[in-house]
């Protein structure tokens, strides 16, 4: 937990048990957070919550209270889910600002497939030995967060989704197949985004949006950028879940005054270390101030007159290159 939330809880009010401040669901603990304003004062700033309906801890500040009332249930399932993804890629107790509440209003649903799979993975995580079943009642909490489940008729489709897949047998307990299709959803990512790492500079926005966008789009993939996309959290865990989810990764190695780009190196080092294609690009003139660890592969070049060339050029190895 952050340290300057424990400071800021009362220690003269100790945890009480209440509803989930998003859900009303029973059984939460709720801890107030009270930030010192003087020697002998304090204000009320906000609430740490530890809610299985919401999936684990949140924190959630005053001034988001009001905007999450306005929030409808399909809305607050989408908070949900971006709660737990928050939560699997490091932040123990993510914080609902106004903006994450905003965001939840814009972000959309989860498919059916991705619903089923989630359960599948919430399932998985109820057991540490394989064998034994899980059970899964309309009282319990976790599949709803899991699954971005507003009704227990949603849950259960997407149980018999499972069993129908022969992903779960009866009694709740996951099969073989169920296992290896988690270890899939681990390793294998989605079949059309391109993690595109390179350096954000005025200098290279030309070479993005005359060569790489247009090379990757017309060979039937669509291109991602860190700095375009539209998330909340810890810039690092984005990156790396972003990569995760990619179906290779076009790394330009161009760089400034300043010298090599550490992050466009250590994101290539990332997917390469995950086993997914990396292919490099670089301004023609800077080939002799690569890295020894890239100079090994091959790199297209690009130069400022010559963008339709290296458009050509780099949707031609995508295709070569990519199944």
């Known amino acids: 937990m952050r340290d300057y939330l424990k400071n800021w809880i009362r220690q003269s009010r100790p945890p009480y048990s209440d509803e989930c401040l998003i859900w009303g669901w029973p059984e939460s603990t709720i801890t107030e957070l009270w930030k010192p304003t003087g020697p002998q004062s304090y204000e009320l700033r906000g609430h740490l919550v530890n809610s299985k309906r919401a999936g684990g801890f949140y924190v959630l500040w005053r001034e988001t209270a009001t905007l999450l009332e306005e929030l409808d249930s399909a809305q607050r399932a989408k908070l949900t889910s971006w709660l737990i993804d928050q939560r699997t890629q490091g932040d123990p107790a993510p914080e609902i600002t106004p903006d994450a509440a905003q965001y939840a209003t814009q972000i959309p649903r989860l498919q059916v497939h991705e619903r089923a799979e989630r359960l599948l993975k919430c399932l998985a995580n109820q057991t540490d030995t ?11 909490p976790l599949p709803y967060a899991w699954s971005e489940s507003t009704k227990w008729e949603e849950v259960l489709y997407l149980f018999n989704y499972l069993r129908e897949n022969e992903w779960i047998l009866p009694g709740g307990v996951i099969s073989v197949a169920g296992y290896n299709k988690i270890a899939e959803l681990l390793t294998t990512p989605d079949s059309s985004q391109v993690f595109v790492a390179m350096w954000f500079d005025p200098e290279v926005k030309q070479i993005y949006d005359q060569g790489i ?3 990757v789009e017309a060979a039937g993939y669509t291109p991602f950028r860190i700095d375009q996309g539209n998330f909340l959290g810890k810039i690092d865990d984005q990156i790396i879940a972003e990569i995760r989810r990619s179906r290779f990764l076009i790394a330009d190695m161009t760089h400034g005054d300043q010298g090599a780009r550490g992050g ?10 995950l086993g997914l294609p990396v292919i490099y690009t670089c301004r023609s003139d800077m ?5 020894f660890d890239t100079r090994q592969y091959p790199h297209i070049g690009w130069t400022k007159d010559a963008i339709e060339t290296f458009r050509q050029n780099l949707e031609n190895r995508i295709r070569a290159s990519i199944a």
Do not use: N
Request: charged share 15%.
């Open 264 to 273: 466009v190196y250590f994101e290539a080092g990332f997917a390469l270390g």
């Open 287 to 291: 080939f002799d101030e690569l890295h």
């Open 130 to 140: 394989i064998g034994i079943g899980v059970t899964v009642r309309q009282d319990t």
């Open 213 to 215: 966008a247009p090379a």
